[in-house]
């Protein structure tokens, strides 16, 4: 089947009704609505669903992608508030955020968790041997507002799948604000220049 932006956005508006929702349709309600994977890949591929959901004028379903995408934006604005060019990547790029050209970033994000033995924060990084220079983890208050922002260079956290920080007192605690990492890895980068 030839996939014309005209095609794609029929199929949409198709899911949209049929499931009786005004906003743009997730991956999976396509999938599920049309048995197969066709229209989320062509969607994923040439479009990107939040730029496509931009264009329709809808909103997104209300998910964690959506908080860490906004995280992501807050992320983004105190990098470029600090004097960094910044450039945000693609969903689904093994990164999220490249500063200044050279360093990239991986924002992450998480609630408070009450636990048996204390409260933690805890950052999926999903796979050992990162794939970003940077890790900055955000600790969110109910409101979805960023309370603390860690700096960590991936090397320090090298073979971790998960970090867990916790609330009173934690190793991590001494990567707070620390944007210096981030200047110092452009200034590096940026001497290797040929």
């Not at 049929?18 to 396509?30: G, I, Y």
């Not at 309370?147 to 007192?169: A, L, R, Y």
Request: hydrophobic share 40%; charged share 25%.
């Amino acid at each position: 089947m030839k996939w014309t932006k005209e095609l794609v956005i029929g199929k949409i508006r198709e899911v949209m009704q049929e499931l009786d929702v005004d906003r743009m349709p997730s991956r999976k309600e396509c999938e599920d609505y049309f048995g197969n994977c066709a229209l989320a890949n062509v969607i994923t591929k040439r479009f990107g669903w939040y730029n496509l959901a931009d264009e329709l004028g809808l909103q997104v379903k209300k998910s964690e992608t959506q908080t860490g995408k906004t995280i992501e934006r807050v992320v983004s604005d105190v990098l470029v508030e600090r004097g960094f060019i910044v450039d945000r990547m693609p969903q689904n790029f093994p990164y999220d955020i490249l500063v200044n050209g050279c360093v990239k970033v991986d924002v992450k994000a998480s609630h408070l968790y009450h636990g048996v033995h204390g409260n933690f924060y805890t950052f999926n990084l999903e796979k050992p041997f990162a794939t970003c220079d940077v890790y900055i983890l955000c600790e969110l208050d109910g409101e979805n507002n960023v309370s603390q922002v860690m700096v960590v260079p991936s090397k320090f956290v090298i073979n971790n799948k998960q970090i867990s920080v916790g609330e009173i007192t934690s190793k991590y605690h001494a990567f707070t604000e620390r944007w210096d990492y981030i200047s110092n890895m452009v200034s590096f980068f940026s001497k290797m220049a040929v």
